[in-house]
């Protein structure tokens, strides 16, 4: 490992580390456990400040809903280039508990979070810039700040053209036919495919790499069925404890926003999706 690294992990501990070991995953940062020379076992990840403070600030609301289960951060510490976020290493298990934790789920879609939507700093979806800027409409917002910007980029890269490019922005415009323009604000954790989602010891599941921000409770729902999905005894424990029913046409819109965003980091494996949802959502209008 990395001097500079275990050097920094020992200024965050304040104590001497006795290994550090990579882990898998960590796409975005690296990501290690770290055991101190006290013996205690922590996650460590590197990166940017900026980009851990996004992470930080998203797993510590996350931790003041009081609903969700996320790993504790421990501190963050570094430079502008070179920063570590220390976090809880969560201790996984084989036999979740999913309805329960659609349960806890529709327990922080539930959780007062204001009138507008958006967050109090932009983040990340993967990569990819996220602006959270505050708004009133929720249609709006999402031709600002998610679906639009997306589909910019896009263009600029040349992976959207011609009639795909048309179909795209015909959905766009169409938005007001198909999305609420005030649902109910729920806060998210933005991100919620299923590697986000750590089964855990004892039957839980905790989730981690949050991307949250105030919207439809039904943004996160449509990330769940996407890259993998959840077993069904989750969404039905989320409808159980009260979530809001599934809409085809606004689940659609936000699969929609998420396979552009796979389309713009992993190339045009995704077009299809994006054609697919086009037309779900142009059907519905």
């Given amino acids: 490992m990395n001097d500079h690294r275990t050097a920094l992990v020992a200024e965050a501990l ?19 456990r770290v055991e101190s020379e006290a013996g205690s076992r922590l996650v460590a990840k590197f990166g940017p400040f900026a980009v851990l403070e996004e992470e930080r600030a998203g797993l510590q609301v996350l931790a003041d809903a009081k609903a969700v289960r996320v790993p504790q951060v421990t501190c963050l510490h570094g430079a502008e280039e070179a920063a570590v976020l220390l976090m809880e290493e969560l201790v996984v298990g084989s036999d979740p508990d999913w309805g329960r934790f659609g349960r806890d789920l529709a327990l922080l ?15 990340h979806l993967g990569t990819t810039p996220q602006p959270n800027g505050w708004m009133d409409d929720w249609v709006a917002f999402n031709r600002t700040r998610r679906h639009g910007p997306l589909v ?33 604000p729920s806060l998210l954790h933005g991100d ?32 769940m069925q996407l890259f993998g999905g959840f077993p069904p005894a989750c969404f ?50």
């Fill in 14 to 32: 304040g104590s001497p580390v006795r290994s550090i070991q990579a882990l898998s995953g960590g796409c975005v940062s690296e990501v290690c």
């Fill in 152 to 184: 910019d980029a896009l263009v600029v890269r040349g992976a959207l053209t011609g009639d795909d490019l048309e179909l795209v922005r015909r959905v766009l415009a169409s938005l007001g036919g198909v999305l609420p323009e005030r649902p109910r």
């Fill in 192 to 223: 919620l495919w299923s590697g986000n989602a750590i089964p855990l010891e004892g039957g839980g599941v905790a989730v981690i790499d949050p991307a949250p921000y105030v919207g439809h409770a039904l943004a996160d729902i449509a990330m």
């Fill in 236 to 285: 039905e424990g989320y409808l159980d404890a009260g979530g809001e029913g599934f809409d085809p046409a606004c689940l659609a819109v936000y699969r929609l926003h998420h396979l552009l965003n796979h389309l713009l980091l992993f190339g045009p494996g995704y077009l299809s999706g994006v054609r697919g949802e086009c037309r779900l959502i142009l059907d519905a209008c």
């Fill in 109 to 123: 879609h539930s959780t007062t979070v204001g009138e507008r939507y958006g967050f109090d700093l932009d983040n």
